[in-house]
Structures are given as C-alpha cells and as structure tokens.
C-alpha cells in the first residue's frame, strides 16, 4: 500500500535540526519526494514541473509555524498548491435568454459520455429544466440505443436519425425548440484527438449547433496523454468544461489537474458512479488530497458507503451515541466490515494509524475467531445483560472451541473499547472529522491510538 | 487475536459513523427480470434448445461477414499519424556528449510514456550501471539502443497468440475489464479474425448491465459473421455464458467469446460475480484458455492496480492494449509484464474490424521513444 505523504515526510524532517525555516536540503528532499506522488498519480509532467517550481518558492519562504511540525506545513502548502489549481471560478450554469441552452459532449472512445449525457440530462431536470438529449454517435454500434435506454429510464426524449451527426446535432436542436425544451445535451461519437477527419466533423457540429456549453468528457484512471488530448480538444472547439468520469475507482486523477491546467477551465462535473444518480458537482480540495494519496479516508468513506447497511449503521450509532454499544453491535458492525474486503486493506487507508499497526500481519480468519467468541454468547451475555463469570466464560471458550484466555483477552478490549466510546462523546464528531482536512485527519486518528496502545 | 480484535474495533468505530451517510449500494440496479437467452439475428430464430439438425447449417450462413484482409495492418504503419506529430522527441539528445541532461531527457521520454516512475528509475539505474562498467557506449545512440533493448528484453518470450483448448468442447475465451477499455469492440475485431482463420464463433453478451451492450455486440456478430447468444437486460452474466457454451458444444463450433461488463475493480461485490463468470466458463464442456484483460492505452498507473486485481479475481492470462492509434503509449504495460508477467498479446489499433494487430515488442517499444 502506498504509504502516505506524510509518513514520508515525517522521516525527512525527524532529520531537521535547525527550526525557523525549512533548509534547502530538506526541501530538495521532500520536492522530490512530492514529485513522485504527483507522477505516480498521473499528473503530466510538465504540470508537475511547473507546480514544484511554485511550491519550492513558498516553502522557502515559509516560516514555520508553532502550531503545525514542518511535515504538516508543507503539506499544507502542497494542498493548498493543489486546490488553488484545481479550484477557481467553478462554473455557474447560465441559461440562454433565448432557449434552448445547447450543451455539447466531447472526448475519446470510452471516456464515458454516453453515460454522462444521461446524468447531466437528470441533473438538468432537478434543477427544474425540461431536457432533450440528442444522440450523434452514429459510429459507435449501438450508441444510440444506449442513449434511447438511458432516457427511457429518467423519463427524457432521445431524438436520432440515421443520418450524419452534423444533421442530427442541427435537426436536434430544431427538435427542442419544437418541442419547448430549455436545455439540449448533444452527445457525440468517440474520437482521437490525432484524427483530422472526425475532429474537423466535431468542429462543424460546433459550428452548426453553436453550443452555450462544450464540456471535455475525460476519465479520471487517464494517464499522461491526458494535456496532449485535451489541448487538442481545446484548441478545436474552445472547451467550457470538464467533466471527470470514473472517480468510484481507486485512480488518483492526476489527469484531472492536467487537463485543468491546460485549459484553464473548471472541472464542472464528476462521475461517481454506474448508477444515474451518481453524478455530482466537483469538489477541489477532495480530489486534491486523493491526488496527494491522503483521500484514502474518502476512499474508505465511499466504500463504507457502498457495502453498508445504513438501517444498521444507524441503529449502531444510535446505540454508540447513547453509549449502550454492546457485543452485539459489534458482532453486527463485524459482519458489515466483512462485506468491504479484508482488513489490511482497509486499514492502510486510515490515516494517523501507526506504522507499525499498519505494517502488521493480519489474519482475517482471526475475525473468524472473534466471531466465534461472541456467538457461543446467550443473547444477555452478549447485551452485557449478564456478568460472565469463570464458568460461562469456560462455556464460552468450549462452545467457540477457543481458550478461556482468549475469551478473557477479548471481554477486556471489549471494555476498553466502550470506554473509548463513552468518552467520545457524539458520533457526529466522527463523521465529521472524516471530511475536514487530511491534516486534521491525522489527529482523528491519533484519537484512537491510546486505546490500541493500552491494548497492546 | 488481541491485535487484530484492536484494529477490528478502530474499523468498527471509525465505520459505524461514516456508514450511515448515505443508504447503502450493494447490488447494480437491475433493468428488468431475467428470462430465458435469446439467440440474435445473426442465427434468426435459433431454438436455445440444442441439437438440432439445421442448426450447423444456420451458423454457417450467419450473414455475409466483413472481409478481413490476410495481410494485418502493422503496428508500424498505424502508428505512422502519431508518431509525425511526434517526430523527432528526442533529437535533442542525440549527437552531443552523454551527461545528466541526456538521462533526464531519457526519464522524461518514459514518463510521458506512462512508463511509471518505479519503472522509469529501475531501467535507467541499469543504464547508468553498463555505461559506467563500459558495457554501453557513450554516446546517445548507444545509450537509445541499449535502452530499448532493455526494454524488449521486458517482453522475452512472451507468445501474441492465444491459446485453445486441448479436449473436445468449445473453447472459451473470457474478456474482462474497466468501463470503457472497449472489450466489446476488441471482441467483435477478434470473432472476425477467428471466423478468417475458418473457425466457427459464437459471442456471449455477458454484459447484461449497460444499456444497448447486447446491441453492440449483435452488429459486431453481423460484422464478424459469429453467432451470438444473448440474455435479457439484468440477467445473470454466468447464465449467458453457461448458455453460450451449451449451444457452442451442441452446433459443434470452435470458440466462445464472452465479453462481460466493464467493472472498476475497487467494486468488491462486482469482482465476486466475476469470479462467478469465469468458474462457469471453466466447466465442461467449455474449456477456458484465455482470460484477457482489455486495456486502454490512455490508463496512467492505475493501469497496474486494475491489471493486479482483476489477475487476482480471475487470473488473467494476457492484456489486450486497445486504442494505441492515438497519441497515448500505454507505457503501463511495462509494469505490469515486469512486476505481474502478464503477456502482453494484442493491439487494438482502431474502430475497424481489421483493427486488431499480434503484440510485437521491437514496435512497442520503438513507438515509446517516437
């Protein structure tokens, strides 16, 4: 697992002697150490050049604050370094005087925008607008049988014709102002931003529908070639916008800031997910700490999101706020975990876990046992109900086939925990904590720490 | 135990708070309720049921299929459009004396790549080692040639062609991958390269979830002249397969192509119903040769954690490269043959159905440096 930033900068500045200002040589350092991150989560490398450059000028004129150790402060610019880039003017949707406001989809094969033009149409129509879509991807076999689907589903008319896409694009905005419409998303065939033929074709569509809003529709797992592409994009139809499809996966999305970088528009949109309704407006800083490989939290948080229950969640919660969380929600909170995938994996994306805890070899069968231990329980042992003495405790560890040891280990974390959970008061915190700055992300962690180490 | 029944309880609170945000996601939509496979057009009202007399007779006129033509495009040629805008990246290097400049412009080329820089920083250490043992010369040239000897030397070994089985029964060859990589297009391209061999293909539209997949593949059958089997929209991908392969067995023809949903390999439930898939392909009388990842040549590094998860799930046998006729190198393929040793066997050059090309190594890595 990738380990993250910080830790790296830890060790570097553990080796800092004098205080006051960064020295040249951490910095070089811990530059190189940024530019790593920065390719290995696919910023090109002509931003990433360009970015160091400008983090190298504030680091050494930083002072170092009292309040943040010299790791945190350079993240800190590093940070802000990012989310300035990515962030900016976002983009406000303003809708033509004369309707319909005409919205055009740009971008390479597979990049998503068949899908996208789904979701923005939906999008469009909870902010009140009646859409139309327009299918132009006459290359692609079936494309525009997948928009028909797509519209069918969120109740939006699809209008095609077996003709070419400049016809189709023109015929489907003479379509929505027959038909009243106030927004019209044109969806178009995949292309190489190399192919003169198809992107002098995309240029006419341009021409011919003048769109309000030309959005780059561009994956988020995209690699370097990601500038090369969406200079060209650029540079043909004069882009509005970006949207970033795919970021459910684990890629960093660096391209996401090498596209803004180089058209110097915002990320309008972004595409979270399969279903329709996963799509949303786009976040800087959150994507700013995942390029940096400290949005693991937030990585953690979508998969809890996905694999959870949320009926038992928040039955737990409940419980945990009311500091009543006994075995049994444990057990439940157990089986949950369980659906998420195996546990080293999950642990290394919690950030403020220390190194060693993170590095440590774990068993999932393990979690087998600890199952075990607690479903050999009667229901009032387990709701703490009852005082397990040394009999049922011996009950216990024959019925789970474990020792009495292991039983006795258990129930005294298990203690333990609960302590932990009486003194933290509202979970509200918790959830909180989890979207605030990785920074302070740190410090949530380190919040558990004390309990892990009095276990040990 | 105590260990982990610590790290059990920082997950448990840490989750319970963050799992009640939103309600939860465990399984994709379905569109509609699963019903018995159909056959489509390109075997017209084909019983599903199996063994009947005419049938051998209805995969042969499966449509007239587009000719593919003998002589395969080389990666050389389609190459020729990216590589003009290109021309010419690394004159800067050559004819002058090797010093760092000459390196960094060498780590730049692979970057740009994709190449990665665990990647990167390995082969240009090994470079460094043999010029200053003498074993390189020092000069540009040398340093270019011997890196890209290296750099092939990565791929030594390694076969383009793709295996069949050796009992009787159809062969199966299962394609996986993200969204959008273009598994159903490569499918298409290689059913036509298949039936030009003179073998007898049916495709399996196991991707049940996207709109309009199962229409994509259909006009990919008509193109190719393969039978296709199809199941309805939401229906259980393995089913598809399972079919495919029965009716493959029944009408005695030589391969089954069953391409599948574009999944993010991150999605855990996802992954397990591909596990699903391939276990149903590997029973009798299907024999499951070829696992192949499909790949777009854009993907950055995550190309290398897509290409260990789905080798983990599924145990990937090869990657197919699509999309390399654009500006993007697709680079990542060096990690993932170097660090995984997974075989690199196609090259998906185009939207054509001849635009399918053997793996070649020399070429690859010649168009990394162009």
């Known amino acids: 697992m990738f380990e993250t930033l910080t830790d790296r900068f830890e060790g570097i500045f553990t080796r800092l002697r004098s205080r006051g200002r960064l020295g040249d040589a951490e910095v070089n350092e811990v530059l190189r150490e940024i530019r790593v991150a920065l390719l290995e989560a696919d910023v090109n490398l002509n931003v990433v050049k360009d970015l160091i450059e400008r983090i190298r000028a504030r680091c050494s004129e930083a002072e170092l604050s009292k309040s943040l150790t010299p790791a945190q402060q350079v993240i800190k610019i590093v940070n802000e370094e990012l989310t300035g880039t990515l962030g900016g003017e976002p983009l406000k949707i303003r809708y033509a005087s004369r309707p319909p406001t005409v919205v055009l989809l740009a971008g390479l094969q597979g990049s998503g925008k068949t899908t996208a033009a789904a979701k923005l149409a939906r999008w469009f129509k909870q902010q009140g607008r009646q859409p139309l879509l327009v299918a132009a991807d006459l290359q692609r076999p079936a494309a525009v049988e997948q928009l028909r689907v797509l519209g069918q589903d969120i109740g939006v008319t699809v209008f095609s014709e077996p003709t070419a896409p400049v016809t189709v694009a023109r015929k489907g905005v003479g379509e929505a102002e027959r038909l009243g419409r106030d927004v019209v998303i044109v969806d178009t065939a995949g292309r190489l931003a190399i192919d003169d033929a198809l992107m002098a074709e995309m240029t006419a569509i341009s021409n011919a529908i003048r769109p309000d809003y030309t959005f780059f529709v561009v994956d988020a797992m995209t690699g370097q070639d990601a500038v090369r592409t969406a200079e060209a994009f650029n540079d043909a139809l004069a882009l509005d916008g970006v949207i970033l499809t795919k970021v459910d996966g684990d890629a960093r999305g660096g391209a996401a800031l090498s596209v803004k970088e180089v058209v110097g528009k915002p990320i309008a949109f972004v595409s979270t997910g399969e279903r329709i309704a996963d799509f949303e407006t786009f976040h800087p800083d959150r994507l700013a700490s995942r390029i940096l490989g400290m949005g693991d939290v937030l990585s953690l948080i979508e998969k809890a999101e996905r694999e959870y229950d949320s009926q038992v969640a928040e039955k737990a919660t409940e419980r945990l706020m009311a500091g009543q969380f006994s075995l049994e929600d444990f057990l439940e909170q157990l089986q949950q975990i369980k659906r998420m995938g195996p546990l080293q994996g999950m642990l290394g994306m919690l950030p403020g876990v220390p190194k060693d805890f993170r590095n440590a070899k774990i068993d999932d069968k393990d979690v087998g046992r600890i199952e075990a231990i607690i479903r050999s329980m009667t229901p009032d042992e387990r709701r703490g109900r009852a005082v397990i003495d040394g009999s049922r405790r011996l009950r216990i560890a024959h019925g789970s086939g474990t020792s009495t040891t292991e039983v006795n280990n258990l129930l005294r974390q298990f203690k333990e925990m609960q302590k932990v959970v009486r003194s933290m008061g509202p979970v509200n915190r918790l959830v909180n904590g989890a979207k605030q700055k990785p920074t302070k992300g740190k410090q949530k962690g380190s919040r558990f720490t004390p309990s892990s180490r009095s276990a040990r | ?370």
């Open chain 2, 1 to 370: 135990m105590v260990l982990v029944f610590v790290l059990v309880g920082i997950l448990v609170l840490a989750l319970v708070g963050v799992g009640l945000v939103t309600a939860s996601r465990s399984r994709r939509p379905t569109r509609k309720a699963p019903s018995a496979p159909r056959v489509g057009p390109g075997a017209p009202a084909a019983p599903a049921a199996a063994g009947e007399a005419p049938a051998a007779e209805r995969l042969e006129e499966a449509g007239e299929p587009e000719r593919v033509p003998a002589e395969r495009p080389a990666l050389r040629d389609r190459l020729g459009k990216a590589r003009q805008l290109l021309g010419g990246y690394l004159d800067g290097i050559r004819g002058k004396a090797v010093d760092d400049a000459t390196f960094d412009e060498l780590e730049e080329a692979l970057l740009l790549a994709d190449a990665g820089v665990a990647t990167t920083s390995r082969v240009l250490d090994d470079l460094r080692a043999k010029v200053r043992s003498g074993e390189v010369e020092q000069t540009p040239e040398a340093l270019l040639a011997a890196l890209r000897a290296d750099l092939e030397a990565m791929f030594a070994g390694d076969e383009p062609t793709l295996a069949l089985g050796k009992e009787d029964g159809p062969t199966v060859w299962l394609f996986v991958g993200v969204n959008g990589v273009g598994k159903t297009t490569t499918i298409g391209k290689v059913a036509a390269r298949q039936r030009a061999e003179g073998r007898k293909v049916v495709l399996a539209a196991g991707d049940t979830f996207r709109a309009a997949a199962g229409e994509q593949l259909e006009t990919w059958a008509e193109r190719a002249g393969a039978t296709l089997i199809r199941g309805s929209d939401g229906a259980d991908p393995s089913s598809v397969i399972f079919d495919a392969v029965a009716h493959a067995a029944a009408r005695g023809a030589d391969l089954v192509l069953a391409d599948t949903a574009g999944r993010l390999h991150t999605k855990v439930n996802l992954m397990e119903e591909l596990r699903k898939v391939r276990r149903v392909a590997e029973r009798p009388p299907g024999q499951l040769a070829e696992v192949l990842l499909v790949l777009d040549a854009t993907t950055g590094q995550n190309g290398l954690v897509q290409a260990k998860q789905f080798l983990e799930a599924v145990g990937v046998t090869g990657v197919v490269l699509t999309k390399l006729d654009g500006t993007a190198k697709g680079g990542v393929v060096l990690a993932i043959r170097g660090e995984l040793g997974l075989p690199i066997k196609l090259v998906g050059v185009g939207e054509g159905v001849a635009d399918l090309v053997d793996f070649d190594p020399a070429e690859f890595v010649a168009a990394l440096f162009s």
